[in-house]
Each structure stands twice: as C-alpha cells, then as structure tokens.
C-alpha cells in the first residue's frame, strides 16, 4: 500500500536533548512538507522540500532542523533551541506537478516534554 | 498573505442530522485552490475535496456536498444524515500559486452522538 509512514507514534524530550522524527513515503512523491498543530489550531508549516537535498524554511522553522538525502525520506530534528516543542506533528507529501495537487498525510508523531 | 477562518470552533448533532460547516477566506490571488480535510482521532488528516477558484460548481459525493461562493469567499461544507463515523475535526485550506504550504482554518470538531 503507498503512503506515508511516521515514527514514533508517541515521543518524549528531556530539557536540554534534540530528538528526530522519521517520515518516509513510497507514494514517489518530489515534495514533502512538516507541519505542527497545536490545540485549537491549524497546522503551520515548519519546513518543506521540493527536491533531494533541498529544503526551504517554512513559517515556523527556528528550533527545527531537516534533511533530504533521500526522495522517500525527509527526517525532523526538534533541537533543544525549540522551547516549545510540545505539539502534534504531520508529514505529508505531494506530486507536485502544480500547486493544485493535494497533500497526503501521515499518522503524526506527538511530541511531549519530560 | 493568506487567511482561513473556520468560525466553528465544536458542532455536536445526533445521528442522521445534518450539519453544515462554514469557511470562509481571504487572498488576493484570482487563482487559487481550496481543500477540506478530515482528521479522525487517529490523527491522520484524510484529503475529502479540491477546487479551484474557476470552478464554482457545486459538488456532491455519497453524504457530502460542498458549497463554494466566490462573492462570499466561502467554501462551506455539508454532511447530510451524520454518522457517529463523521466525527473528527475538519480542515478548509487555500493555497496559491507560489506558495508552498497550505494556510489552515483553526478546524471544526464534529461530534456526533448516537
């Protein structure tokens, strides 16, 4: 089955550690995006990737970092800069050949602090 | 910039009623691309819907009906005959040519008791 497939589930950080959520996608997609959601609110885009070893800083990117080695592999660092990382967080991806296409989610990681 | 105002912050109904649920936005774009997305507990944000500003056809698929005005910039959405199924929190998004991300309302929850 193609989809996008995020790990862990359940994640905890202690003061002062950077932990990495993993995101992967068989679905061939160029493009793939890290959102947060926070209660109450929609998700906000923290950083996206167009291509294999490019990526672009989204809205909320400080205390984040990515990498793209990989097209189907697009893994978020919470670093101990993010003073608030305690959120909900989506992976999605999308062909995109144009802006219309829609993106496609994962199962989201949640994030809390020890 | 892009805004989208999901004003609905809770619905509850019981089955079989029908619910309505309101977005309303803002661009400056005279092409852009609307979206609904439905997230159930379980976290994942499932695409329902796509259109484009040209487009302003109404659309019926099984339950759900999609009613987009663009005097009013409303995209508003509508389950007839709810099931308990329904319940989740649903997102209106926009995005516009050259912007990578989607901009979200806040989302509605639907709650739907038997």
């Known amino acids: 089955d193609g989809g996008i497939t995020q790990s862990p589930k359940y994640l905890f950080r202690k003061e002062g550690q950077n932990v990495t959520l993993s995101c992967e996608q068989n679905?061939?997609?160029?493009?793939m995006y890290w959102y947060r959601q926070d209660p109450g609110q929609g998700l906000r885009l923290i950083y996206y990737?167009?291509?294999?070893?490019?990526?672009q800083k989204g809205d909320i990117a400080e205390g984040y970092s990515v990498s793209r080695e990989k097209k189907e592999s697009f893994p978020l660092t919470v670093t101990s800069a993010q003073k608030n990382p305690t959120a909900f967080y989506l992976c999605?991806?999308?062909?995109?050949?144009?802006?219309?296409?829609?993106?496609?989610f994962g199962d989201g990681t949640r994030l809390s602090i020890l | 910039a892009q805004k989208v105002t999901q004003a609905q912050t809770e619905i509850s109904v019981v089955e079989k009623e029908d619910v309505t649920l309101d977005c309303v936005y803002e661009?400056?774009?005279?092409?852009?691309?609307l979206f609904w997305y439905k997230q159930p507990p379980s976290g994942e944000l499932v695409f329902l819907i796509r259109?484009?500003?040209?487009?302003?056809q109404n659309e019926i698929s099984g339950r759900y009906s999609w009613n987009f005005q663009k005097s009013t910039s409303s995209f508003n959405f509508t389950i007839t005959a709810s099931q308990v199924v329904d319940s989740a929190v649903y997102f209106c998004a926009l995005r516009v040519p050259g912007d990578y991300k989607l901009s979200f309302g806040a989302g509605t929850t639907v709650t739907v008791r038997a």
């Open positions: 999605a991806s999308s062909d995109d050949r144009g802006f219309s296409q829609p993106q496609h």
């Open positions: 661009t400056r774009d005279t092409t852009y691309y």
């Open positions: 259109r484009n500003s040209f487009d302003e």
């Open positions: 679905l061939n997609h160029d493009a």
């Open positions: 990737s167009q291509i294999v070893n490019d990526f």
